[in-house]
């Protein structure tokens, strides 16, 4: 996502938690498309965790605190464990201390029922991560398009959490034109959709077309819809191929096998993204869809798992031309 606001960015990772050096309006566009965080934070303090001495450590971080609190403000401190590492602290001690040490460095007053700033501390790997909470991220909307409030939904339908998450690893931006050839019910169209993408979806099944139609016009959103052999795309062009092929389980293959629909699929994709394009597939986790697409000159940048059940890991494979 950071890529997609064309915005400079560093960043480094903790568990759960990533710190990026950015600017502000790249830290609003990732909260507003982000599917699988909770918080943004502007970042005040990163120390290393001591119970006994956090007081005094977040003293003397004065100045940052001080210039984004003011004594007219009202805030709450909440404070997350990344567990297993912070199991056993008392979070609620911890904010009591935190919200204190706050308050007597800005004589701001406490809310915790309806704060106008509200700060977040993050204990992950023996680091406490301190800021000022930007605002959540756009994961309770995604639950609002849960697949049971849908008019036309399968077994094989993507959540909007996943289907979401898709779109951002494409680096989609708004204006791409967006593919999607096995749009099976739509969940990756209307996430691309609600981002700004100018949404084209094909399936070879009619009912899938019908009910991706469905479900689109259930959320108020426009876009192509075609009934076509993904093996041969009728398009010339798209900046996006985001798509979660069959694999003959919840899904059905026709009766092609798996390898030429594939093979079929991935080379009739190769004639139609462009030369700076991305291409984000799912799959079991036991089926080898990267050298396949290496077969057909796409680059595997990144390979994601994701857990569905007991039975069944998906893969999410991000690459480029």
């Known amino acids: 996502m950071l890529e997609a606001s064309g915005s400079p960015f560093k960043f480094s990772t903790l568990k759960q938690v990533l710190i990026a050096e950015t600017t502000y309006d790249s830290a609003r566009f990732v909260l507003e498309r982000a599917a699988m965080c909770h918080y943004g934070c502007l970042l005040i303090a990163k120390l290393p965790f001591s119970l006994k001495q956090i007081s005094s450590a977040i003293s003397s971080y004065e100045s940052g605190i001080a210039s984004i609190i003011s004594s007219s403000d009202s805030f709450a401190v909440r404070v997350r464990c990344v567990k297993p590492t912070f199991h056993r602290i008392d979070t609620l001690a911890l904010e009591k201390v935190l919200?204190?040490?706050?308050?007597?460095?800005?004589?701001?007053?406490?809310?915790?029922?309806?704060?106008?700033?509200?700060?977040?501390?993050?204990?992950?790997?023996?680091?406490?991560?301190?800021g000022l909470c930007l605002g959540r991220s756009a994961r309770k909307s995604l639950g609002l398009r849960?697949?049971?409030?849908?008019?036309?939904?399968?077994?094989?339908?993507?959540?909007?959490?996943?289907?979401?998450?898709?779109?951002?690893?494409?680096?989609?931006?708004?204006?791409?034109?967006?593919?999607?050839?096995f749009c099976g019910s739509g969940s990756i169209l209307i996430e691309a959709a609600l981002v700004g993408c100018r949404i084209i979806g094909c399936d070879i099944d009619p009912r899938m077309v019908n009910g991706a139609k469905a479900n689109l016009t259930y959320y108020g959103l426009n876009g192509e819809l075609t009934l076509s052999d993904a093996r041969h795309l009728p398009f010339s062009c798209a900046d996006r191929v985001v798509t979660d092929p069959p694999y003959g389980r919840a899904a059905s293959t026709k009766g092609i096998p798996l390898k030429k629909?594939?093979?079929?699929?991935?080379?009739?994709?190769?004639?139609?993204?462009?030369?700076?394009?991305?291409?984000?597939?799912?799959?079991?986790?036991?089926?080898?869809?990267?050298?396949?697409?290496?077969?057909?000159?796409?680059?595997?940048?990144?390979?994601?798992?994701?857990?569905?059940?007991?039975?069944?890991?998906?893969?999410?494979?991000v690459s480029r031309k």
């Open 146 to 181: 849960s697949l049971r409030y849908r008019p036309f939904m399968t077994p094989s339908s993507m959540t909007p959490y996943i289907a979401r998450t898709m779109v951002n690893l494409s680096r989609a931006t708004p204006r791409d034109i967006f593919l999607d050839p």
């Open 261 to 317: 629909l594939l093979q079929g699929f991935l080379s009739s994709v190769e004639s139609v993204l462009g030369k700076k394009g991305w291409l984000c597939m799912a799959s079991p986790s036991n089926v080898d869809v990267e050298s396949y697409m290496n077969m057909y000159g796409f680059q595997v940048i990144e390979t994601y798992h994701i857990r569905v059940h007991e039975s069944l890991t998906r893969k999410i494979i």
């Open 99 to 130: 919200g204190e040490t706050v308050r007597k460095i800005t004589g701001a007053k406490v809310n915790l029922e309806n704060p106008n700033k509200l700060l977040i501390g993050v204990l992950t790997e023996g680091w406490f991560l301190f």
